[in-house]
């Protein structure tokens, strides 16, 4: 498909956000820890909150990259959801991604083909090149299949093959708590807690571990054991980066798990949130946040519409200038390329 939808007089901020979130490496079969990173930002994401592959870990992902001005495309959706179906008790997750095209076009699309999988809008194509797929079009390749294997390794799919490709995501692919041992009162709280989105199931699963009913509070209690362990993971990996002196990284995680884990009255939060308030006095972490917040103002100017890219645009080459070793500098100075600054 043509690209529809040029950045400049697209919102910018959605460019933004793609620049801060994915990476634009290619990768081969079997690569491990890969560098792909999938969109934050909730207008890139239709039919779910923005997911990660961090909060995926250990479920298989299939991502099914797609030219939605295909009929034959458009045509196939049944079956494809109905194959994606037979996998719904496994630890895979089918994900579409759509290139290039309005927002409100795909939204009216997925509407009238009733598209219910999670679909990313790769309006620039950062996850088409990051994915190594060639530029989908109609009368070319129309479609393709990439995947992420539970045990993190990541690989083409296998043409129109949906479950050959399913089965090769399901490589080390395990639920944190197996369904068979969840009441099916608290399966909504278990599928939020599989998928990473730990704040969802925070009221249901703390509610059911004060039931009466014997089976509802064992099933809560696996829940958030599964919950606290992936909390424990997260404060350990922030531990390790400030072992390694990298303070911001570790500024970042510390940060982020009040946020992940709300609701939730583990002591690991309250330490998080002390640690982080400690790292947001250090100089390293300072010059971070400050560079952070010229990125979040250009965002804000830039959605303003048009008017506001070339303000943007300055703000952009302020903060690289200002702030030269940051991490908002890196994702100014690829965002200025990629909009001919």
């Known amino acids: 498909m043509s690209c529809r939808y040029p950045v400049a007089l697209a919102t910018l901020a959605a460019a933004l956000a793609c620049v801060a979130n994915v990476s634009a490496q290619s990768y081969e079969a079997g690569e491990q820890e890969p560098a792909l990173r999938l969109p934050t930002d909730p ?11 961090e909060s995926l870990k250990g479920k298989g992902v299939v991502f099914y ?44 699309y997925l509407g009238q083909y009733r598209v219910g999988w999670p679909v990313i809008h790769d309006y620039d194509r950062s996850l088409e090149r990051a994915m190594a797929v060639p530029q989908l079009n109609p009368g070319g390749d129309e479609f393709a299949f990439r995947y992420v294997a539970g045990d993190g390794s990541m690989g083409q799919g296998k043409g129109a093959d949906v479950a050959g490709t399913a089965e090769a995501a399901l490589k080390g ?11 099916e009162k608290l399966k909504g709280a278990w599928r939020a807690v599989e998928l990473g989105s730990f704040t969802a ?7 059911a571990a004060e039931s009466k009913d ?3 509070k064992a099933g809560a209690e696996k829940l958030l054991a599964a919950v606290e362990e992936e909390l424990t993971s997260a404060a350990k990996e922030a531990q390790e980066s400030l072992n390694e002196g990298d303070d911001w990284h570790a500024y970042k995680l ?25 790292l947001a006095k250090s100089d390293t972490v300072k010059g971070q946040i400050a560079a952070a917040k010229m990125l979040g103002k250009a965002m804000a100017t830039a959605s303003r519409g048009p008017s506001g890219v070339n303000r943007a645009k300055g703000l952009l080459n302020r903060l690289v200038e ?4 940051t991490e908002a500098a890196v994702k100014a100075q690829e965002l200025l390329a990629s909009i001919g600054s």
């Open 65 to 108: 990259l797609f030219e939605e001005e295909s009929p034959r495309i458009a045509a196939n959706w049944p079956n494809l959801q109905g194959l994606s179906k037979q996998y719904e008790g496994k630890p895979v997750l089918f994900v579409a991604v759509s290139s290039g095209t309005d927002p409100r076009v795909l939204k009216r």
């Open 254 to 278: 510390l940060e982020s798990i009040p946020q992940r884990f709300d609701g939730y009255e583990f002591d690991l939060i309250e330490r998080a949130e002390d640690k982080t308030k400690e």
């Open 43 to 53: 207008r890139l994401w239709h039919n779910s909150p923005p997911l990660t592959l």
């Open 214 to 216: 014997d089976e509802l």
């Open 201 to 207: 199931a925070a009221r249901p699963l703390t509610q």
């Open 322 to 325: 200002e702030h030269p070793d």
């Open 173 to 183: 692919a395990a639920w944190r708590v197996d369904p068979a041992e969840v009441p």
